[in-house]
């Protein structure tokens, strides 16, 4: 397989065309930005160590039946995906109260939920990524209503696997962020899901282990993606 010209670039990631019109490649960069872009870095080897991550979290996925685009990890930098249409929504999954829910309920991170619960996000860099909720999708047409029940299938699906996952190597699985896209009439598992998108606070110490320390200067970040992939790939 060929790389040819990029087709997009995006904060984390670049997509390249292959000579293959079904197959993508996904370049993961080190750059790191937060809060709709305004804060930027750099978290050395992030592109590396979320390149593992992601591509050993879909493996596993896939290995439970979830479909997604994984097709291979040719190398350090690259994953090669099946070429999805882009839903345009972000769905995510809470276990765990923290970041932006916390700040809407006037509550304190960490406070447990009765229910795992689901949103949706409109993908737009210009608006900041608008909640939205299902008639939104519906009346905007940002996906059909059967494929919002997929959606919501499959998240809470992939929750109870990542949950596990984590939970088994001494990870807390606070709430997660999980893109889709449409392959050959099949709805798939899109993006990545790496410490960008994910809350992961040891279980112990109850430590952060991902973004929230770029995002909050609390340092330590590289160490913890280390640590992160250590134990995801262990
Ligand atoms: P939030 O608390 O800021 O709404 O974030 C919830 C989870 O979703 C958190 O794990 C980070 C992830 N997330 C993204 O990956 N991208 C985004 O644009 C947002 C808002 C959240
Ligand atoms: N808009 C999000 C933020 O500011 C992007 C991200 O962090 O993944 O936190």
Wanted: net charge neutral; proline share 3%.
């Amino acid at each position: 397989m060929k790389q040819l010209e990029k087709i997009y670039e995006g904060k984390a990631k670049i997509l390249y065309a292959t000579d293959s019109p079904d197959l993508l490649i996904q370049y993961f960069k080190d750059e790191a930005t937060a809060f709709d872009g305004k804060k930027k870095g750099i978290i050395q080897e992030k592109g590396i160590l979320n390149n593992k991550i992601s591509s050993r979290l879909f493996q596993y996925l896939e290995d439970k039946g979830i479909p997604t685009h994984f097709v291979e990890r040719p190398s350090d930098r690259e994953m090669v995906i099946k070429k999805l249409e882009i839903i345009p929504i972000e769905v995510v999954v809470r276990n765990i109260v923290a970041g932006s829910l916390a700040r809407r309920m006037g509550v304190e991170e960490g406070m447990s939920l009765k229910k795992t619960i689901l949103e949706f996000y409109y993908k737009s860099d210009p608006l900041g990524d608008p909640m939205i909720n299902d008639y939104h999708i519906e009346a905007f047409g940002l996906a059909m209503k059967f494929e919002v029940d997929i959606l919501k299938e499959m998240a809470i699906e992939i929750n109870g696997y990542l949950s596990n996952f984590f939970d088994e190597r001494g990870i807390t699985l606070v709430d997660f962020k999980l893109e889709f896209g449409r392959h050959k009439g099949q709805i798939l598992l899109g993006d990545e899901i790496t410490p960008d998108g994910c809350r992961l606070w040891d279980k112990q110490t109850k430590e952060k282990m991902d973004k929230d320390r770029f995002r909050r200067g609390l340092g330590k970040i590289e160490e913890a993606y280390q640590e992160v992939c250590r134990k995801v790939l262990g």
